[in-house]
């Protein structure tokens, strides 16, 4: 897409309004849509041969992103200053910036795609966006101009992936350049508008010194899952919607030795691991004409035959549960994924359910006897009401007790209630039983203190 198709040159500025949008609720809003549609105009008349070239080369590369943001700034001042407007200074750094935004990034979106401290943003139609900012919701006063205008953003975060977006395809799954997770969903099945829901990705990973400083887990929990993942337990971390679950299983995954060879599978790749020797492998949606969608499960049957030491799969949702756990069940130990649930017993009906959307007709007993062959053990977490999150159980999966999967508390966290400023108390504990598969720690050389079971959980193990 060339610079004047970006900017819409063909209709001047009645196009170039179609993008900013043409609102006419207020006087000054009003003013100054109509001072940023001129500055436009004048950019779209007045950029050289070589700057249009430059802006519709790839420009991933950060110093040739300087040198744009220095063109278009470079372009805006020289507008003001021949054309003065009746702006405050103020108003005019605002006015470089949006246009610059709406240029080279995400328009209005772009600040808070910038800002570290937002987590997700939730756009729901043109005049309403929401963001998280340690785990709460809040109202911005960030807005798009219409429909319109926020169409044009969508079209720039699919365009660059090939995706497509319309009436007959009215939802997708993406990612942004850096990484964010996008949910986009639009009209006839919004009705609201365009809805685009952002899960930023961190550009600094996780580590779990961080999650013991947030409060996630206290440092004998994470002494003990260091131990869980290089004895090579198969782990499934569960949880409610925004519980943390993907953050988490980054974090242990990365107490995997670096002399393995790893296969990560994802809708979306948001997996960020720091070891050297890492396959990642992302599923596919169906073409326009329908066909040639891989699966997660295609990718899961596939990385079997890549002789990987440990398979992660970022979510478990249907049928590919049933390969997973096979996959458990047949070499593949230390094994990791998510899943939706609202406690460990939860998650394995959860488990129940997905293997039965396999198609394969399989007795319930059956089922039960692969997942408690395959799971070692569930750590599930939780968002509080005051928005943190908390590993709340981490449960080892023992043996069949008749037709039930028995399990075992190992550590949970107890919530005493909330302080005056609505923030959760309560405390991390042992439950006082030492797991089943302690020995396994003992064989790949792993000594864990004794008094980690111990319910008072007193002195707190070294990371």
Same mark, same amino acid.
């Given at each position: 897409?060339?610079?004047?198709?970006?900017?819409?040159?063909?209709?001047?500025?009645?196009?170039?309004?179609?993008?900013?949008?043409?609102?006419?609720?207020?006087?000054?809003?009003?003013?100054?849509?109509?001072?940023?549609?001129?500055?436009?105009?004048?950019?779209?008349?007045?950029?050289?041969?070589?700057?249009?070239?430059?802006?519709?080369?790839?420009?991933?590369?950060?110093?040739?992103?300087?040198?744009?943001?220095?063109?278009?700034?470079?372009?805006?001042?020289?507008?003001?200053?021949?054309?003065?407007?009746?702006?405050?200074?103020?108003?005019?750094?605002?006015?470089?910036?949006?246009?610059?935004?709406?240029?080279?990034?995400?328009?209005?979106?772009?600040?808070?795609?910038?800002?570290?401290?937002?987590?997700?943003?939730?756009?729901?139609?043109?005049?309403?966006?929401?963001?998280?900012?340690?785990?709460?919701?809040?109202?911005?006063?960030?807005?798009?101009?219409?429909?319109?205008?926020?169409?044009?953003?969508?079209?720039?975060?699919?365009?660059?992936?090939?995706?497509?977006?319309?009436?007959?395809?009215?939802?997708?799954?993406?990612?942004?350049?850096?990484?964010?997770?996008?949910?986009?969903?639009?009209?006839?099945?919004?009705?609201?508008?365009?809805?685009?829901?952002?899960? !930023?990705?961190?550009?600094?990973?996780?580590?779990?010194?961080?999650?013991?400083?947030?409060?996630?887990?206290?440092? *004998?929990?994470? %002494?003990?899952?260091? %131990?869980? /993942? !290089? %004895?090579?337990?198969?782990?499934?971390?569960?949880?409610?919607?925004?519980?943390?679950?993907?953050?988490?299983?980054?974090?242990?995954?990365?107490?995997? @030795?670096?002399?393995?060879?790893?296969?990560?599978?994802?809708?979306?790749?948001?997996? !960020?691991?720091?070891?050297?020797?890492?396959?990642?492998?992302?599923?596919?949606?169906?073409?326009?004409?329908?066909?040639?969608?891989?699966?997660?499960?295609?990718?899961?049957?596939?990385?079997?035959?890549?002789? @990987?030491?440990?398979?992660?799969?970022?979510?478990?949702?249907?049928?590919?549960?049933?390969?997973?756990?096979?996959?458990?069940?047949?070499?593949?130990?230390?094994?990791?994924?998510?899943?939706?649930?609202?406690? @460990?017993?939860?998650?394995?009906?959860?488990?129940?359910?997905?293997?039965?959307?396999?198609?394969?007709?399989?007795?319930?007993?059956?089922?039960?006897?692969?997942?408690?062959?395959?799971?070692?053990?569930?750590?599930?977490?939780?968002?509080?009401?005051?928005?943190?999150?908390?590993?709340?159980?981490?449960?080892? /999966?023992?043996?069949?007790?008749?037709?039930?999967?028995?399990?075992?508390?190992?550590?949970?966290?107890?919530?005493?209630?909330?302080?005056?400023?609505?923030?959760?108390?309560?405390?991390?504990?042992?439950?006082? /039983?030492?797991?089943?598969?302690?020995?396994?720690?003992?064989? *790949?050389?792993?000594?864990? @203190?004794?008094?980690?079971?111990?319910?008072?959980?007193?002195?707190?193990?070294?990371?």
């Amino acid at each position: 897409m060339s610079l004047l198709e970006r900017l819409g040159r063909s209709n001047g500025i009645n196009e170039t309004k179609q993008i900013f949008g043409d609102r006419t609720t207020d006087n000054s809003t009003n003013n100054y849509q109509k001072i940023k549609l001129e500055i436009h105009r004048r950019i779209v008349d007045e950029m050289t041969t070589s700057h249009d070239q430059l802006l519709n080369s790839n420009f991933h590369d950060e110093s040739q992103k300087e040198e744009l943001e220095g063109i278009i700034t470079t372009y805006c001042q020289q507008v003001l200053t021949e054309q003065p407007f009746l702006l405050p200074r103020s108003e005019q750094v605002s006015l470089v910036a949006d246009i610059r935004n709406e240029i080279l990034g995400l328009g209005p979106i772009e600040p808070l795609l910038k800002d570290d401290s937002i987590t997700e943003i939730m756009i729901n139609g043109p005049h309403s966006v929401f963001v998280e900012r340690l785990g709460k919701l809040h109202l911005t006063n960030v807005s798009f101009q219409s429909d319109e205008h926020l169409m044009h953003i969508i079209e720039r975060i699919l365009t660059p992936i090939g995706r497509r977006l319309d009436e007959s395809s009215p939802l997708v799954d993406a990612r942004l350049e850096d990484g964010s997770r996008v949910n986009i969903i639009i009209p006839p099945l919004s009705l609201v508008g365009p809805c685009v829901t952002i899960r !930023k990705f961190s550009h600094k990973p996780l580590t779990i010194e961080n999650l013991v400083d947030f409060g996630t887990l206290d440092r *004998n929990m994470a %002494a003990f899952l260091r %131990a869980c /993942v !290089k %004895a090579r337990l198969n782990i499934l971390v569960s949880g409610g919607t925004g519980s943390g679950k993907t953050s988490t299983l980054n974090v242990i995954s990365s107490f995997i @030795p670096e002399d393995e060879r790893i296969v990560t599978i994802e809708d979306a790749a948001e997996l !960020k691991l720091q070891q050297t020797h890492v396959v990642t492998l992302e599923a596919r949606p169906a073409n326009i004409e329908g066909t040639g969608a891989i699966t997660i499960r295609d990718l899961v049957r596939n990385a079997l035959r890549m002789r @990987p030491d440990r398979i992660i799969v970022g979510e478990v949702r249907s049928g590919e549960a049933l390969d997973m756990l096979q996959a458990m069940n047949t070499g593949h130990d230390g094994s990791l994924t998510t899943a939706h649930a609202n406690n @460990p017993r939860d998650a394995l009906s959860r488990l129940e359910t997905m293997v039965l959307m396999s198609g394969m007709e399989l007795p319930v007993r059956a089922i039960r006897e692969q997942i408690s062959s395959a799971i070692d053990l569930i750590l599930h977490q939780s968002r509080i009401r005051d928005g943190s999150r908390k590993i709340t159980y981490i449960t080892e /999966v023992q043996h069949m007790e008749g037709d039930t999967i028995t399990l075992q508390d190992i550590f949970q966290y107890v919530q005493t209630g909330y302080d005056e400023k609505g923030k959760a108390l309560g405390y991390f504990t042992a439950t006082g /039983v030492q797991p089943s598969f302690i020995e396994k720690f003992r064989i *790949n050389g792993i000594d864990l @203190p004794p008094e980690l079971f111990s319910i008072n959980n007193i002195p707190e193990t070294s990371l």
